[in-house]
Nanobody
Framework: QVQLVESGGGLVQPGGSLRLSCAAS????????MGWYRQVPGRQRELVAI???????NYANSVKGRATISRDNAKNTVSLQMDNLNPEDTAVYYC??????????WGQGTPVIVSS
């Protein structure tokens, strides 16, 4: 069973930055597409950014220019750097892996609160 463990969430002031990390295990990491999603209570989980196994990336319009997703295939990690955070970025952030056959796994989530 794939395991994904997020870290790096917390409280940050508006305009600040945060780096989320996800450590993956029990998978051939380099063969998986990886992503970050977020969810606010009462709303659907939404894509933040994905990085495919070939290194290509895609970002939600709401974070373009403020977020950078990266992966380290040697360490089985995927990271999300977010800058210029605003209160609308407040959510629980989830790490996602998608297998070559399209199966999704999720981490337990890490909360990000943007508030002064």
């Amino acid at each position: 069973q794939v395991q994904l463990v997020e870290s790096g969430g917390g409280l940050v002031q508006p305009g600040g930055s945060l780096r989320l990390s996800c450590a993956a295990s029990r998978l051939t990491f380099s063969r998986y597409d990886m992503g970050w999603y977020r969810q606010v209570p009462g709303r659907q989980r939404e894509l933040v950014a994905i990085i495919n196994k070939d290194g290509s990336t895609n970002y939600a319009n709401s974070v373009k220019g403020r977020a950078t997703i990266s992966r380290d295939n040697a360490k089985n990690t995927v990271s999300l750097q977010m800058d210029n955070l605003n209160p609308e970025d407040t959510a629980v952030y989830y790490c996602n892996s998608r297998s070559p056959l399209g199966r999704d796994h999720w981490g337990q989530g890490t909360p990000v609160i943007v508030s002064s």
